[in-house]
């Protein structure tokens, strides 16, 4: 059982993680801003600790088993989510590095002008004509 009025600090630690849990899923549930969810953070610390020893212990219970369950599905949608965008970097940097290259050899940036006196000076044979 937990007694709130004796905790050590990783119990404390990890009622705040179950705090924090909480509020995230009711601020993203509701759309609260950012700026209120620390009030309601505080305002459900207040809840737990003036909760009766015995209701306290079923309530931890159930916010544990909750979260953990909504944290589990929560957690594989992101991921497929950041798989998508892994591919399309990943194409990317291919691209950057092939465009990279392309300058690196010439092939790519620099414009023919198709001037007269670009090609007036330089010669292959490196004698100029004049």
Not at 15 to 22: H, S
Not at 23 to 42: C, D, H, M, Q, W
Not at 74 to 102: A, C, D, G, T, W
């Amino acid at each position: 059982m937990v007694n709130i009025n004796q905790l050590d600090p990783a119990s404390l630690a990890t009622i705040a993680a179950i705090v924090a849990a909480l509020v995230t899923v009711v601020g993203n549930a509701f759309k609260l801003p950012s700026e209120y969810r620390s009030l309601l953070a505080i305002g459900v610390a207040f809840v737990l600790v003036f909760l009766p020893q015995g209701f306290l212990n079923k309530v931890l219970t159930a916010l544990i088993i909750g979260l953990t369950a909504s944290g589990v599905y929560s957690q594989v949608k992101p991921l497929k989510f950041l798989e998508k965008i892994e591919r399309k970097n990943k194409k990317n940097n291919k691209q950057n590095e092939i465009l990279n290259l392309s300058e690196k050899t010439g092939l790519v940036g620099k414009q023919n002008t198709g001037s007269k006196s670009d090609t007036k000076n330089n010669n292959s044979d490196g004698i100029s004509a004049r």
